[in-house]
DNA sequence: CATAACTGTGAGCAGTGCTCTTGATTTTTG
DNA sequence: CAAAAATCAAGAGCACTGCTCACAGTTATG
């Protein structure tokens, strides 16, 4: 793939019209300068991106990069929206590599895929889920598109838990039904939730796998409980309770 | 309170012997610093904090902290163990004021005091439990104790929930035996543990719920679920999720 | 073709963490 | 008590950061 065919494939909505030889090198600069700066930001992680540096490794002065990229905080932002669709990309690849009618199989992939994503991106998985960027203000309407792309995974795994009558008794998992209702009713209005049976008991179910799920990736990445001896053993187990909040065992069905 | 009794306050393991001007202006020079960094932090983040502007704010020049902190590091190392210590102080609090037969209590007054503090700190929390910061390995000597405070209190509240066999099923929470035994086996030699009946599984139990309380105010506090119209009420449906997993209900027994 | 838009360069500003020297003050020691 | 040792505030300085601006050159467009 030569430079004008990755950056025609790097722009977003490329037109096949033929570029102009400035409008063709923008877009592999740009390309570029992303390249870089993934790289730095999986070394040195987010704090480390250093605008200057991006510029010294490819060869250009430091202010030139101000042509491409607005701030270090927009910068920050694509990378943001990139790590959102690579992790994305990961746990739907291996989401859907499973038997569609395995609930517990699915939910496994998806939980056990985004820790291997975690693990192997801690810099992008910092950025994404870690604690905000200091003085950056994640402009939502840029990151909340690409962050719903997982959540979008577990509404249809929840909703084909619900109509395969395998999502287990709220009541018997400690999940009162009137807070349920008070927190989640209003975001069943959102359209990801048109046409699923889903009501706000469930959702609260999910919403509790998700944040067990993410909070065992997160302390494991974080290594918030210290050094453990096993920790691919402890997930499994996390992983196990998780599941165990939206699908039901299929041998007790 | 004047300076000086200020200062000997301050101090670590004060000697009630007079101290030189020398010794008792440092001590009061280390605390104005701390103090004036918690400011910068509450209101700048760890990344927003500067030396040298604590410096200015003190009226002195910035190679002038050096002789009182190592390096901006160190700072912020002595402001997370500073941290630890008040979230464990505010939790404890809450914990012990509630009656010690009241289990289900005792597990909901724990966890409200952290969203409450997280809430209220939420920079000290996104320190201490949020992505590591830059460039900056926590140094575990100084961290961990301080932060093993909130698990000893979960570890007795555990222990008090065995004894009163409230502990609930393990297997019937998704949790199974075996992964249990090998990720966790060996944390219970640690002399936290000693003279406590808990077993793997129930360290699970006491893991999971915790890993889920942690997630739902780390949610909450980096807003990761975008903004949601009753997050209080959220909150209690996870926390009532959380509970369930280490104390069977008391109408229940 | 001429004009307008774009792109790379280098200087410069304000800020950061941190080191080092210098001179003054306080404490400890002979 | 005086001399030596430790401590301290101050300022200059280094290397780095994000970012702006004026100044060439290059390309696209009227």
New binding site residues.
Partial sequence: MDTAARAAHAAHAAPAAK????????RA?EADILRVARGHLATSGAAG????????DL?????????????????LTRLIVDSYLSLADAVRAAHDAVDPDDLGGRWDALGRALRTWALEHPHDFALIYGSPVPDYDAPAERTTEAGTAVMALLVTLLEDARSARRVPEASGLGIPEAPATAALGALLADPMFAGTGIDPAMLAQGVAAWTLLLGAVTSEVFSQLGPLPDAPALFETLLGASRHLVVTDASAN
Same sequence: chains 1, 2.
């Fill in positions: 570029l102009g030889k400035r409008a063709r090198n923008r600069v991106l250093s605008l200057r540096a991006v510029a010294r060869g250009m002065v430091s202010s030139g990069v101000y042509r491409y990229v607005e701030s270090r905080d927009e910068l």
